[in-house]
Nanobody, 120 residues
């Protein structure tokens, strides 16, 4: 099965922006939903955003809605998360996930994560 590799994380100041990427390593299935989750120190993993295969459906957690955008380029087998107006509470390891549908993402195939740190 496919492996997913996240990149683009790093250290950014409050109010800054980052674009996270998640690229496939290996062969993917013909169609699949993708999403982003995050886990902060001492907390459980939480949903951030999701996108359907064709991009027609996107979902966002209330905590990032209005300042984050999920997108995908299926020709490149890559999914993105653009994050703007970053806050200290956005600090977490960000993971991408693949699933048959958006509701099944949490039980799907996950990447290794990329660290996002927002400094005040």
């Amino acid at each position: 099965q496919v492996q997913w590799v996240e990149s683009g994380g790093g250290l950014v100041q409050v109010g800054g922006s980052l674009r996270l990427s998640c690229a496939a390593s290996g062969r993917t299935s013909s169609s699949y939903a993708m999403g982003w989750f995050r886990q902060a120190p001492g907390k459980t993993r939480e949903f951030v955003a999701a996108i359907s295969w064709g991009g027609g459906i996107t979902l966002y957690a209330d905590s990032v809605k209005g300042r984050s955008t999920i997108s995908r380029d299926n020709a490149k087998n890559t999914v993105y998360l653009q994050m703007n107006s970053l806050k200290p509470e956005d600090t977490a390891v960000y993971y991408c996930a693949q699933g048959n549908s958006i509701p099944s993402l949490s039980a799907g195939t996950w990447g290794q994560g990329t660290q996002v740190t927002v400094s005040s």
